[in-house]
Nanobody, 126 residues
């Protein structure tokens, strides 16, 4: 398994931006072709945010389309989530996930992923 460590969370005002990073170690990052971001707000279930496949194909949850961008840097073993125009409803713990997969279509359900980070808290104030 690969170990994932998220960073970049914090407190930001509505309309602001944050960039989350997820650093992978323990295995060649490119072997984990599928990378995803999920989030969990207090009292709610974990939900999909964005994912990127080895092909570079990306998908997003509808509420973040046009505001969030997922990207990866295999040379740095890191995946990023750039979050712009943040809203109070984006407040959650954000988790990075990984799966070894040759699929060209990104995966959007949590049980399909093998490895998870510990999460980083994003708080958006109104």
């Amino acid at each position: 398994q690969v170990q994932l460590v998220e960073s970049g969370g914090g407190l930001v005002q509505a309309g602001g931006s944050l960039r989350l990073s997820c650093a992978a170690s323990g295995r060649t990052f490119s072997s984990y072709n599928m990378m995803g971001w999920f989030r969990q707000a207090p009292g709610k279930e974990r939900e999909f945010v964005a994912a990127i496949a080895w092909s570079g194909n990306r998908i997003y949850e509808d509420s973040v389309k046009g505001r969030f961008t997922i990207s990866r840097d295999n040379a740095k073993n890191t995946v990023y989530l750039q979050m712009n125009a943040l809203k109070p409803e984006d407040t959650a713990v954000y988790y990075c996930a990984a799966k070894s997969s040759s699929a060209t279509a990104p995966l959007r359900t949590a049980p399909q992923y093998d490895s998870w980070g510990q999460g980083t808290l994003v708080t958006v104030s109104s």
